[in-house]
């Protein structure tokens, strides 16, 4: 069975606080890794889609790393603000099928 | 805006009755996926389309099944509904399908079964 796992489950940081989370996924037959952004009440926004081992990918304050040898992702934000409070969601195309984790939820409060 | 549109937005119905959720992808993109989020539950990859061929399946039920028309918009049939069933479908849409394809994701349809 397949399993994909993100860690801490929820985290409350400061405004101006950096943090980062944890992707864990199987570490055979690796395709991609794909990291979304999914704030309350609206549907789920991909920030990148991590393809090649220790690949490392930036948008603004947001960037992630890959290592598929150990079957991790580090998501992380630099200077955290309010408006970054979010659910982040990792997912791991297997074989035939999505598997996403259950999400790391973020708030950063003011 | 992701340009993935979804309709209805919410629906309620009764137990054992019938509906159709529909997706029409983002201009341009050829594969269609169908995601469940339930109460207390993560996002459940139902099943994938791609270019009016079933590309991909997940754990989707037996009372539901979903197909991707020529003009590339695709229907999710939810029948014999249970409570159970009662979750927030997503569909997303992509240019290729490829698992390294960005996906964009609809607004939803909530489901809500009385």
Known sequence: ILNVEQSPQSLHVQEGDSTNFTCSFPSSNFYALHWYRWETAKSPEALFVMTLNGDEKKKGRISATLNTKEGYSYLYIKGSQPEDSATYLCAFPGTYKYIFGTGTRLKVLA | ?114
């Open chain 2, 1 to 114: 805006d992701s340009g993935v549109t979804q309709t209805p937005k919410h629906l309620i119905t009764a137990t054992g009755q019938r509906v159709t959720l529909r997706c029409s992808p983002r201009s341009g993109d050829l594969s269609v996926y169908w995601y469940q989020q339930s109460l207390d539950q993560g996002l459940q990859f139902l099943i994938q389309y791609y270019n009016g061929e079933e590309r991909a399946k997940g754990n989707i039920l037996e009372r539901f099944s979903a197909q991707q028309f020529p003009d590339l918009h695709s229907e999710l049939n939810l029948s014999s509904l249970e409570l159970g069933d009662s979750a927030l479908y997503f569909c997303a849409s992509s240019v290729t399908g490829s698992s390294t394809d960005t996906q964009y994701f609809g607004p939803g349809t909530r489901l809500t079964v009385l």
